[in-house]
């Protein structure tokens, strides 16, 4: 039996994101991928990942600096 993984409660195309587009398959590399993506946003008026941004509100997780 797998071991589950913060990646079990997203759909395919999700995890394909995660994979493919931000290079993520950790829970801690994706936390590192919030936090440097709401960096951008308060620097720069373009948002960097409306993807990336949805899935963390999913998953429950929010930028921690």
Not at 17 to 24: D, G, I, R, S
Request: charged content about 35%; aromatic content about 4%; glycine content about 2%.
């Amino acid at each position: 039996m797998k071991r589950k993984t913060f990646m079990s409660a997203l759909t395919k195309k999700e995890q394909k994101h995660l994979k493919e587009c931000a290079n993520v398959r950790t829970k801690e590399a994706f936390q590192r991928t919030i936090n440097a993506q709401a960096e951008m946003r308060k620097t720069s008026p373009i948002e960097p990942c409306f993807e990336c941004k949805h899935i963390a509100e999913k998953l429950g997780m929010e930028a921690t600096k």
